[in-house]
């Protein structure tokens, strides 16, 4: 067990118990700027300051003296904006196929399915901030930064990598020449570990108190923000001047195997085609290890039921059938770019004790960060694109998450309206558990399994079908209302009463 003195080291699909911002006595924030901690400020006591002050006084009577303690507020706002991450999830993908319209983006644009991920990642930056607010060892803190993304990675795999079938079909295996590397734990844990451990080996080079003004908190932590902006580089570069040549993939039927080339030749191409990013996975991991349902399937160039999936147009060029990776290698280093965000935001929770003070960066920031994500995409300089993790998409989805976390801030943190909330919370604080059952279909499938003369014959089948459709004369509304009610009300009373038992799945 962990000590709970010793914050955890938490990841964006991490749970537990809520982060903690201290405040003085009469429970009000308070903008007192305290005493070096290791990595920022605390507010500090009046009290035990005076109490440590009286140095004459004789050792026996100061041991007397009860030790005061500093009442404490957790921030429900970050398991309820990760709860929310995960209903999300849940939803758009078991609903995403009955409604095209909040399913990911064949290729450029934003639905809200797109916002999933950076969302995620979002929290990954905030919580990092949180929980290494305090190093009292980093070599201790560094080896639990690279446990937490082994286990990441290991679950990310066996998850996504196709070792795992379900929830549809009850078998598992992988044959190793066709298993996929990348996925969304995986993107996860590059992110998280990237960030984390530029966060901790700068434990000792930032200020401790922060100069006046606006900007003070970007220089103070500029370190955090120079990772940021090489992986912006390192992105940027790759993406426009990499020479992306022609390249060619095999399509296995069941008595022959057909082989397509696509035509590139070609650099600094965003199209869907003859991207960096591609070419990127396809060297790195082999074209056989990327992920072979791409949503670009759905685009008009390849089919006629776009934005809905559907066969392929017979004069549909060869790359609507070929693998693309979603969460590969160079739009990850993009994607760190998201968690840098975030562990500013984070930041500004630990220094600014004043709501007002703390809104203000969050809302303006978040402001700059779609106007510029508009301009590039309207301009066409850098379109929004989920697939590509395009600089333009970092800034929108980015400044989406501050608008949604500071508007949660708001009502849950300001005004206490904690109640309504209450079901994201207990996702948020089980997120790994039911990422795990409920958004990757464990649970369902363990239901599958009890079938009755053959596999379609399940529970999880007859309730959406006879329940829902059958109902609702529509297989479409059926669909989700199942996911509303049997899916995210189903988990959020299973977190609400684990939490209620102090039952938490941690990585």
Same mark, same amino acid.
């Not at 209903?87 to 196929?97: E, P, R, S, T, Y």
């Not at 990642?121 to 930064?145: C, E, H, Q, Y």
């Not at 298993?179 to 990237?194: D, K, N, P, S």
């Not at 479409?476 to 209302?481: A, N, W």
């Given at each position: 067990?962990?000590?709970?003195?010793?914050?955890?080291?938490?990841?964006?699909?991490?749970?537990?118990?809520?982060?903690?911002?201290?405040?003085?006595?009469?429970?009000?924030?308070?903008?007192?700027?305290?005493?070096?901690?290791?990595?920022?400020?605390?507010?500090?006591?009046?009290?035990?300051?005076?109490?440590?002050?009286?140095?004459?006084?004789?050792?026996?009577?100061?041991?007397?003296?009860?030790?005061?303690?500093?009442?404490?507020?957790?921030?429900?706002?970050?398991?309820?904006?990760?709860?929310?991450?995960?209903?999300?999830?849940?939803?758009?993908?078991?609903?995403?196929?009955?409604?095209?319209?909040?399913?990911?983006?064949?290729?450029?644009?934003?639905?809200?399915?797109?916002?999933?991920?950076?969302?995620?990642?979002?929290?990954?930056?905030?919580?990092?901030?949180?929980?290494?607010?305090?190093?009292?060892?980093?070599?201790?803190?560094?080896?639990?930064?690279?446990?937490?993304?082994?286990?990441?990675?290991?679950?990310?795999?066996?998850?996504?990598?196709?070792?795992?079938?379900?929830?549809?079909?009850?078998?598992?295996?992988?044959?190793?020449?066709?298993?996929?590397?990348?996925?969304?734990?995986?993107?996860?844990?590059?992110?998280?570990?990237? =960030?984390?451990? #530029?966060?901790? %080996?700068? +434990?000792?080079?930032?200020?401790?108190? /922060? @100069?006046?003004?606006? &900007? $003070?908190?970007?220089?103070?932590?500029?370190?955090?923000?120079?990772?940021?902006?090489?992986?912006?580089?390192?992105?940027?570069?790759?993406?426009?001047?990499?020479?992306?040549?022609?390249?060619?993939?095999?399509?296995?039927?069941?008595?022959?195997?057909?082989?397509?080339?696509?035509?590139?030749?070609?650099?600094?191409?965003?199209?869907?085609?003859?991207?960096?990013?591609?070419?990127?996975?396809?060297? =790195?991991?082999? #074209?056989?290890? %990327?992920? +072979?349902?791409?949503?670009?399937?759905? /685009? @008009?160039?390849?089919? &006629? $039921?776009?934005?809905?999936?559907?066969?392929?147009?017979?004069?549909?060029?060869?790359?609507?059938?070929?693998?693309?990776?979603?969460?590969?290698?160079?739009?990850?280093?993009?994607?760190?770019?998201?968690?840098?965000?975030?562990?500013?935001?984070?930041?500004?929770?630990?220094?600014?004790?004043?709501?007002?003070?703390?809104?203000?960066?969050?809302?303006?920031?978040?402001?700059?960060?779609?106007?510029?994500?508009?301009?590039?995409?309207?301009?066409?300089?850098?379109?929004?694109?989920?697939? /590509?993790?395009?600089?333009?998409?970092?800034?929108?989805?980015?400044?989406?998450?501050?608008?949604?976390?500071?508007?949660?801030?708001?009502?849950?943190?300001?005004?206490?309206?904690?109640?309504?909330?209450?079901?994201?919370?207990?996702?948020?604080?089980?997120?790994?558990?039911?990422?795990?059952?409920?958004?990757?279909?464990?649970?369902?499938?363990?239901?599958?399994?009890?079938?009755?003369?053959?596999?379609?014959?399940?529970?999880?089948?007859?309730?959406?079908?006879?329940?829902?459709?059958?109902?609702?004369?529509?297989?479409?509304?059926?669909?989700?209302?199942?996911?509303?009610?049997?899916?995210?009300?189903?988990?959020?009373?299973?977190?609400?009463?684990?939490?209620?038992?102090?039952?938490?799945?941690?990585?």
């Amino acid at each position: 067990m962990e000590n709970p003195i010793e914050k955890r080291l938490e990841e964006g699909l991490g749970t537990g118990t809520q982060p903690i911002v201290e405040e003085d006595n009469n429970n009000k924030s308070t903008s007192r700027q305290g005493k070096k901690d290791g990595i920022g400020i605390h507010p500090s006591n009046e009290n035990e300051e005076k109490s440590v002050a009286k140095t004459d006084q004789p050792e026996k009577l100061k041991e007397e003296q009860p030790l005061i303690k500093q009442k404490t507020k957790r921030v429900a706002t970050l398991d309820a904006f990760r709860g929310l991450t995960i209903v999300l999830m849940i939803l758009v993908d078991d609903a995403g196929g009955a409604y095209s319209r909040i399913d990911h983006s064949p290729w450029n644009g934003c639905t809200l399915a797109d916002f999933v991920m950076p969302f995620f990642l979002f929290i990954v930056g905030v919580a990092i901030a949180l929980a290494l607010k305090k190093i009292p060892k980093v070599k201790s803190a560094i080896r639990k930064i690279i446990s937490r993304t082994l286990k990441l990675l290991f679950w990310g795999i066996i998850l996504q990598g196709g070792y795992s079938h379900a929830p549809d079909n009850l078998s598992y295996g992988v044959d190793m020449k066709q298993i996929r590397w990348c996925g969304i734990l995986q993107r996860i844990a590059l992110v998280y570990f990237v =960030v984390a451990i #530029i966060e901790t %080996l700068t +434990t000792k080079l930032r200020p401790t108190i /922060l @100069k006046p003004g606006y &900007f $003070s908190i970007f220089t103070a932590y500029k370190w955090q923000w120079f990772g940021g902006f090489v992986a912006f580089v390192i992105y940027m570069v790759t993406a426009f001047s990499l020479y992306v040549p022609d390249w060619s993939f095999v399509l296995h039927h069941e008595h022959r195997a057909e082989k397509y080339t696509v035509k590139c030749g070609m650099r600094g191409h965003f199209g869907p085609a003859c991207n960096a990013v591609g070419y990127v996975d396809r060297q =790195v991991w082999g #074209i056989n290890h %990327l992920y +072979t349902q791409p949503v670009w399937s759905r /685009l @008009k160039a390849c089919t &006629f $039921s776009s934005p809905d999936s559907g066969p392929l147009r017979k004069d549909a060029p060869s790359w609507c059938r070929g693998p693309f990776e979603p969460e590969g290698l160079l739009s990850s280093i993009s994607a760190i770019l998201s968690g840098t965000i975030g562990i500013h935001y984070g930041h500004v929770l630990i220094h600014f004790k004043e709501h007002a003070e703390r809104l203000k960066h969050w809302v303006s920031m978040a402001l700059v960060l779609l106007t510029v994500a508009v301009i590039l995409h309207f301009t066409d300089a850098i379109p929004i694109n989920k697939q /590509l993790y395009s600089y333009s998409y970092v800034c929108f989805t980015a400044g989406a998450a501050g608008i949604v976390f500071s508007g949660f801030y708001i009502l849950i943190d300001v005004w206490g309206l904690r109640t309504p909330f209450l079901f994201l919370e207990w996702i948020g604080m089980n997120a790994m558990l039911v990422f795990v059952m409920a958004a990757q279909g464990i649970f369902a499938a363990f239901i599958n399994g009890w079938y009755y003369k053959n596999r379609d014959s399940n529970l999880v089948n007859w309730i959406q079908q006879h329940i829902f459709n059958d109902v609702w004369k529509s297989e479409k509304v059926g669909t989700l209302l199942y996911v509303i009610f049997a899916e995210i009300t189903f988990w959020s009373v299973v977190a609400g009463i684990l939490h209620k038992l102090g039952i938490y799945w941690k990585l």
